[in-house]
């Protein structure tokens, strides 16, 4: 059975640096064509895709963060690790983190129960 | 970006109704499109993978349609528990983006 959670701070002040990390267990990041995803939600908007890791170590990020975000894994602790710099208000979101399957699926079957951060002074 | 448009935005309806949403890209995504239903408080679910496959375990009154940029998910017999937001997702290109959600809600 795979299963996501996500960890972290609950506040953050302006421009301080976002450490979530998702411990995961069911499934391995060293399987070929596994990923690992984060996406997010503000209070009441959409969801919005901000990146990904693969099991081989390829990451994609959203451009529009591509300078503030970082993804690293660490396999044998079955841990990603969401690195976001300099966070805005704006940035105050539900964030979820979730399995991508191998194969030629680019789709997100399983979901960590999301954790709220809130960026405020 | 590809933008995913859905509509409607919200819709109502009775037990019992079959009900359509459609979700338009901006350009192809061949047919890299994915349905999720999300519940007030709840991480998405997977409904509809690679336009039109069921996930495992998600009822047969869901069905997924359409390739390149014009989508549909249909339900088609609206049961009580199906009241939640549905979003449509590209994943041909990066970044995999979503639509701005349907809201179901049952009448």
């Known amino acids: 059975q795979i299963t996501l959670k996500e960890a972290g701070p609950t506040l953050v002040k302006p421009t301080q640096t976002l450490t979530l990390t998702c411990t995961f267990s069911?499934?391995?990041?060293?399987?070929?064509?596994?990923?690992v995803g984060w996406i997010r939600q503000p209070p009441g908007k959409p969801l919005e895709w901000l990146g990904i890791?693969?099991?081989?170590?390829?990451?994609r990020y959203r451009p529009s963060l591509n300078s503030r975000l970082t993804l690293t894994k660490d396999t044998s602790k079955n841990q990603v690790v969401l690195t976001m710099t300099n966070m805005d208000p704006v940035d105050t979101a539900t964030y979820y983190c979730?399995?991508?399957?191998?194969?030629?699926?680019?789709?997100?079957?399983?979901w960590g129960q999301g954790t709220l951060v809130t960026v405020s002074s | 970006d590809i933008q995913m448009t859905q509509s409607p935005t919200s819709l109502s309806a009775s037990v019992g109704d079959r009900v359509t949403i459609t979700c338009r890209a901006s350009?192809?995504?061949?047919?890299?499109l994915n349905w999720y239903q999300q519940k007030p408080g709840k991480a998405p679910k997977l409904l509809i993978y690679?336009?039109?496959s069921l996930q495992s375990g998600v009822p047969s009154r869901f069905s997924g349609g359409g390739s390149g940029t014009d989508f549909i998910l249909t339900i088609s017999s609206l049961q009580p528990e199906d009241s939640a937001t549905y979003y449509c997702?590209?994943?041909?290109?990066?970044?995999?983006?979503f639509g701005q959600g349907t809201k179901v809600e049952i009448k």
């Open positions: 979730a399995h991508r399957r191998g194969g030629n699926s680019r789709d997100f079957d399983y």
């Open positions: 069911g499934f391995s990041l060293s399987t070929s064509g596994v990923g």
């Open positions: 890791i693969y099991w081989d170590d390829d990451k």
């Open positions: 350009q192809s995504v061949s047919s890299y």
């Open positions: 690679a336009a039109s």
């Open positions: 997702q590209q994943s041909y290109g990066i970044p995999y983006t």
